[in-house]
């Protein structure tokens, strides 16, 4: 199982690609105020962009791209 999204938001690595809008990460983005607040669950891979499955529940989220594997909000310390 590939986890080097899972690892680096453990690690806290810059994102190369906005995790709620899918562009380039530095530029000027339209963030709604909770996704500003990083309540939202991320919609694209930091690393590479693409569009991610997203499972949103009850106590957080999940969310899978297809080259990076999988992270889950549990093992962020995100609530
Ligand atoms: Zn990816």
Same mark, same amino acid.
């Given at each position: 199982?590939?986890?080097?999204?899972?690892?680096?938001?453990?690690? $806290? $690595?810059?994102?190369?690609? *906005?995790?709620?809008?899918?562009?380039?990460?530095? $530029?000027?983005?339209?963030?709604?105020?909770?996704?500003?607040?990083?309540? $939202?669950?991320?919609?694209?891979?930091?690393?590479?962009? &693409?569009?991610?499955?997203?499972?949103?529940?009850?106590?957080?989220?999940?969310?899978?791209?297809? &080259? *990076?594997?999988?992270?889950?909000?549990?093992?962020?310390?995100?609530?």
């Amino acid at each position: 199982m590939n986890d080097a999204l899972q690892v680096a938001l453990l690690l $806290e $690595e810059r994102p190369v690609f *906005h995790p709620n809008t899918g562009r380039p990460f530095g $530029e000027a983005q339209t963030l709604s105020p909770s996704a500003r607040a990083g309540l $939202e669950a991320p919609r694209y891979c930091q690393l590479c962009g &693409r569009r991610m499955k997203v499972q949103v529940r009850p106590d957080g989220w999940d969310a899978t791209c297809s &080259r *990076h594997g999988s992270v889950d909000s549990a093992y962020l310390g995100q609530r």
